[in-house]
């Protein structure tokens, strides 16, 4: 297998496994379990890191293969890469990139729902959190905008 196809099954392998983690991160947020959401998130730090490692393989790929074409690597794409290489790796090399561009974006929708799940929890913790301590806080009644009441004024009115 020629260097690129290894690399992009590589940066396959890692989507796939960062696809799982941030699917079983979005579950554990569902079920508000806090352990497994930082469980999840050390995952995700981790495969991060291997993922680092992936990109400056690819910088070397790309430099490599920039200096072999004779041009600079911030030009090179995959097209380049596979000009005067056998067409059975170009066709194999362009379905991996293809697989991995569809991962790529699945990791980025469903992270992206895993934010907003987040932002939620966090807004329903924040306002329990208020209701407990008794701290008032403004927002919409059946009326429209309402301010935030001031304690002084709700005392002065049961007076």
Known sequence: MSLLL??????????????KIVLSQGESIR??????????????????????????????????????????PETLDLEAML????????IHARALSAELKGL???????????????????????HLLRVVSGSPQGGYSRAGWSATPSLVSAVDARA
Do not use: C, K, W, Y
Request: no cysteine.
């Open 6 to 19: 290894d690399h992009l099954s590589r940066q396959i392998e890692s989507s796939r496994r960062l696809l």
């Open 31 to 72: 079920r508000q379990d806090v352990e497994g959401v930082l469980a999840r998130l050390a995952d995700i730090q981790l495969e991060m890191a291997q993922r680092h490692r992936i990109e400056l393989e690819r910088d070397d790929l790309l430099r490599s293969e920039a200096t072999r074409i004779g041009v600079a």
């Open 83 to 90: 000009a005067g290489r056998p067409a059975a790796e170009g």
């Open 104 to 126: 790529l974006a699945e990791i980025g929708n469903v992270h992206d729902q895993n934010r907003v799940l987040l932002r939620q929890e966090l807004t329903f913790l924040d």
